[in-house]
């Protein structure tokens, strides 16, 4: 009898996908969900044929080229691939796909709820009542916000996601600008009533809310930087539901405290899972809106990747080109 592939998961996957998984390969998962150690990822680099780590898993080119790596694909469960060396990985020969698309809407839906919850100061609101906080009752003078209907909504990274926040900023009366290195298709940009700007400085400087939608690349790290930073309007928010590393975190935060930028809805950090303090204390000062990276966390979304992992890894495995392959020249 063949020997069936062995396939590492280095996470719990949704059950539907680990009985698939069990049936197709040689699946050795991770019930429980512990991170694996140092150690344990760089024996699944070198043993399995084939790896399925997340953005927890940092997949480094020193992992990679441990003598007698016997791995052929690394088929990363999420869409960003920050995580892998890609380049490393191609050097090598070996495969890298991702699971783009099917977390598209859900990751809009999250960055649209950042852009209403912070200027709508809603967490704010709900924690009056949730932690015993006293509520003098309604006035018309009371924990005022800021409207969103009108405002200029400045979208940076303008693939998948940031057109499909587009369509969701557009139907609250957002206008929609956005700065990528290349304009979008004019059909899309007439869709979507979308005004493209070359000079990131330039839009920086006249929106009044940012949303960061770019893949971390070395291209994009801290592309938000000091200086950028700085551009930014007094009376703007920002919101973050890409990566971390997108933006100078500590300049963003001393930008805050100082009141020269509004407020902030960030669901990715640069040091995650750590969460500077100080982003706590301005959560608890209601300057920003934080959450623990859940930009594409539902059930049906964590399904479907799974089922995108699944293709990939069974399309490899039949010596044909996996739909999701990620090349360095993408990155
Ligand atoms: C996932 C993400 O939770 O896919 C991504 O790039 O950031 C998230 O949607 C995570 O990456 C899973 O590996």
């Not at 009898?1 to 050795?28: G, H, N, Q, W, Y």
């Not at 997340?54 to 080119?61: A, Y």
């Not at 929609?176 to 979507?192: F, G, M, S, T």
């Not at 005004?195 to 939608?213: C, F, G, H, K």
């Amino acid at each position: 009898v063949k020997k069936k592939p062995l396939v590492v998961v280095t996470r719990k996957l949704p059950d539907s996908i680990e009985t698939r998984m069990r049936e197709l390969f040689d699946a050795r998962l991770n019930l429980d969900d512990t991170p694996l150690t140092p150690e344990q990822i760089a024996e699944a680099v070198r043993t399995a044929d084939v790896l399925v780590p997340t953005v927890t898993d940092e997949i480094t080119e020193e992992l990679l080229k441990q003598p007698d790596c016997k791995l052929r694909l690394i088929a990363n469960f999420g869409n960003g691939v920050d995580n892998i060396d890609v380049i490393a990985a191609h050097a090598r020969g070996i495969t890298v796909t991702n699971t783009p698309k099917v977390l598209t809407e859900d990751t809009a839906d999250m960055t649209m709820a950042l852009i209403l919850a912070v200027p709508r100061r809603l967490v704010e609101g709900a924690s009056i009542l949730t932690e015993g906080k006293n509520w003098p009752g309604w006035s018309p003078t009371w924990m005022l916000g800021h409207r969103i209907g009108g405002k200029r909504l400045g979208i940076i990274g303008m693939g998948r996601i940031g057109q499909a926040l587009a369509r969701r900023a557009r139907a609250f009366g957002l206008q929609i600008h956005y700065h990528n290195r290349r304009p979008v298709a004019p059909v899309i940009a007439d869709e979507l009533g979308a005004t493209y700007w070359e000079s990131l400085d330039q839009m920086l400087a006249r929106m009044d809310i940012l949303s960061v939608n770019c893949p971390h690349t070395p291209a994009t790290f801290h592309l938000l930087s000091a200086r950028r930073l700085k551009l930014i309007r007094k009376d703007a928010y920002i919101v973050n539901t890409a990566r971390g590393e997108v933006i100078d975190e500590d300049t963003l935060i001393k930008l805050i405290e100082a009141g020269e930028i509004a407020g902030a809805g960030l669901d990715v950090f640069e040091n995650e899972p750590a969460v500077s303090p100080k982003l706590v204390r301005l959560a608890k000062a209601g300057k920003v809106t934080l959450l623990p990276h859940m930009g594409s966390a539902t059930i049906e979304g964590r399904v479907e990747m799974g089922e995108k992992v699944i293709i990939n890894i069974r399309t490899f495995l039949d010596n044909h080109k996996p739909p999701d392959r990620v090349l360095p020249s993408m990155l």
